[in-house]
T-cell receptor
Framework: GAVVSQHPSRVICKSGTSVKIECRSLDFQATTMFWYRQFPKQSLMLMAT?????????EQGVEKDKFLINHASLTLSTLTVTSAHPEDSSFYIC??????????????FGQGTRLTVV | GQNIDQPTEMTATEGAIVQINCTYQTSGFNGLFWYQQHAGEAPTFLSY????GLEEKGRFSSFLSRSKGYSYLLLKELQMKDSASYLC??????????FGAGTTVTVRA
């Protein structure tokens, strides 16, 4: 299957700082990328949908000024957690889709990023 | 949002069969996915159903009934490494995936 690379896999940062997480599709062009957050023993919650060259669409309750998403190319989307606080500590996962027109496409997931804010 | 329900936990013996049910309500439907997730790792794709019926893939099979909003994942010949969380996910009319809370399967010797 297609490969999605997410970096870093783990990051520890101080409260108040910003952290950038990268999501790359390595062998296909991802017109749409999705960002999820997962708290311990809970399921994945969609945060936002990112389309190349346009503004991200955020789910209800997700602060767009706090979670900045940039999808500058068909192979790269970034999520920046700004002014991070301990409650932002979570597992962040990206996924990429090859396009909305092909209903056989599963979403390919990155490896996930474990963010710990101290 | 979508309503996706699946049991929280299931326990089974090595070599046995376990069936994980998933019911859903969604606005538009563009497929149902099953993923396996081990603790601390990202989900890995197991199966995809968009038409009614059974899809078999080795030890894993998945069934879909669109009229009933129902799916199940069948795990046969259980192995210890199958202990994991299994996530049911539905893609809606906007091609967004929504996940159920996951079913933790524990395989015992």
């Amino acid at each position: 299957g297609a490969v999605v690379s997410q970096h870093p896999s783990r990051v520890i940062c101080k409260s108040g700082t910003s952290v950038k997480i990268e999501c790359r599709s390595l062998d296909f062009q991802a017109t749409t990328m999705f960002w999820y957050r997962q708290f311990p023993k809970q399921s994945l919650m969609l945060m936002a949908t990112s389309n190349e060259g346009s503004k991200a669409t955020y789910e209800q309750g997700v602060e767009k000024d706090k979670f900045l998403i940039n999808h500058a190319s068909l192979t790269l989307s970034t999520l920046t957690v700004t002014s991070a606080h301990p409650e932002d500590s979570s597992f962040y996962i990206c996924s990429a889709s090859t396009g909305t027109g092909d209903s056989n496409t599963e979403a390919f997931f990155g490896q996930g990023t474990r963010l710990t804010v101290v | 949002g979508q309503n996706i329900d699946q049991p929280t936990e299931m326990t089974a013996t090595e070599g046995a069969i376990v069936q994980i049910n998933c019911t859903y309500q969604t606005s538009g439907f563009n497929g149902l996915f099953w993923y396996q997730q081990h603790a601390g790792e990202a989900p890995t794709f197991l199966s995809y159903n968009v038409l009614d019926g059974l899809e078999e893939k080795g030890r894993f099979s998945s069934f879909l009934s669109r009229s009933k909003g129902y799916s199940y994942l069948l795990l046969k010949e259980l192995q210890m490494k199958d202990s994991a969380s299994y996530l049911c996910a539905v893609r809606d009319g906007d091609y967004k995936l929504s996940f159920g809370a996951g079913t933790t399967v524990t395989v015992r010797a």
